[in-house]
């Protein structure tokens, strides 16, 4: 079962995915943008190096952007997410952007981020990289950083991985 939520209340996209995140209970959770273009058979790729990695949790999938060393665009276990943020998708206290850097990194410190190159999911959106961040999140990522994520994140190749 495939579901689709928009954001009609323009409340943002942490919130909206945070938002799903509750009031479903399946055991896996994917998110992505509005404009995403997937390539074939993508999320069966993605499915199946989730379930064949050993202790894989969180898949990055190929967004034709950041070769897979930041799940722009994922998919991960329930289970495991609830033991990251309890009651929520990504933290809270973003609101467009970092929510997956941070959630990124956290994956890569327990060592339960995976990969599936062949599983593409590209977002179409040719202006995006000349669109200003939300000052906001990224001012919370600097802050969070600084606390490894809640004590989430120790490692400093992780910890200076995004600046």
Same mark, same amino acid.
């Given at each position: 079962? @495939? *579901?689709?939520v928009?954001d009609?209340?323009?409340?943002?996209?942490?919130? =909206?995915?945070?938002?799903?995140?509750?009031a479903?209970?399946?055991? *896996? @959770?994917? %998110?992505?943008?509005?404009?995403?273009f997937? #390539?074939?058979?993508? $999320?069966?790729?993605?499915?199946?190096k989730?379930?064949s990695?050993?202790?894989?949790? $969180? @898949?990055?999938? &190929?967004?034709?952007? /950041?070769?897979?060393? *930041?799940?722009?665009?994922? $998919?991960?276990?329930?289970? /495991?997410i609830?033991?990251?943020?309890? +009651?929520?998708?990504?933290?809270?206290? %973003?609101?467009?952007?970092?929510?997956?850097?941070? $959630?990124?990194?956290?994956?890569?410190?327990? #060592?339960? %981020?995976? %990969?599936?190159?062949? !599983?593409?999911?590209?977002?179409?959106? /040719?202006?995006? +990289?000349?669109?200003?961040? &939300?000052?906001?999140?990224?001012?919370?990522?600097? =802050?969070?950083?600084k606390?490894?994520?809640? &004590?989430?994140? !120790?490692d400093?190749? /992780?910890?200076?991985?995004?600046?």
């Amino acid at each position: 079962l @495939l *579901l689709a939520v928009h954001d009609t209340q323009q409340q943002g996209f942490v919130a =909206t995915l945070n938002q799903a995140f509750a009031a479903t209970q399946s055991p *896996l @959770l994917g %998110y992505m943008a509005q404009d995403a273009f997937a #390539g074939r058979n993508w $999320l069966a790729l993605a499915l199946q190096k989730l379930q064949s990695q050993t202790g894989a949790a $969180l @898949l990055g999938f &190929n967004d034709g952007k /950041w070769q897979g060393q *930041l799940a722009s665009f994922g $998919l991960a276990r329930r289970d /495991w997410i609830s033991k990251v943020y309890t +009651d929520a998708f990504f933290f809270q206290g %973003y609101h467009s952007h970092f929510a997956d850097a941070e $959630l990124t990194l956290v994956a890569r410190q327990q #060592g339960v %981020y995976a %990969y599936e190159p062949q !599983s593409v999911l590209v977002e179409v959106d /040719w202006q995006k +990289d000349q669109a200003a961040v &939300n000052d906001a999140d990224r001012r919370l990522f600097a =802050t969070r950083k600084k606390t490894g994520f809640g &004590n989430r994140v !120790s490692d400093p190749q /992780w910890l200076n991985f995004i600046s």
